[in-house]
């Protein structure tokens, strides 16, 4: 496995140990708390809070999508009724005067 994540503490490169265990990686930050300390890889890379807030910015942002959407049409459908509205109130201002004419 060569797609290893970042350190999760520290955020450094990660280094894979070359000894007996080739399943495990350390953190390259001498100053951090996983420097020269072997994680099995799986649990390195595992990221359940990233990985759920991931989750949660794709479904936010397929929900803005939509609603961005949504207020398109709302904005276009709200432009023909009231381009309804002033074609009406323009027939009726020349309708009124000849009413009041009578
Ligand atoms: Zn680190």
Known sequence: MSNLKPCPFCGSEASLHDGATKDACCCTNSKCLLFARLLYIPLWNARPFEDKQAEQIERL????QWL?????????ESNQIMAAIDATNAKMKVVQPQKGEE
């Open 61 to 64: 942002k397929s929900e803005n």
């Open 68 to 76: 961005t959407e949504l207020n398109r049409l709302l904005i276009s």
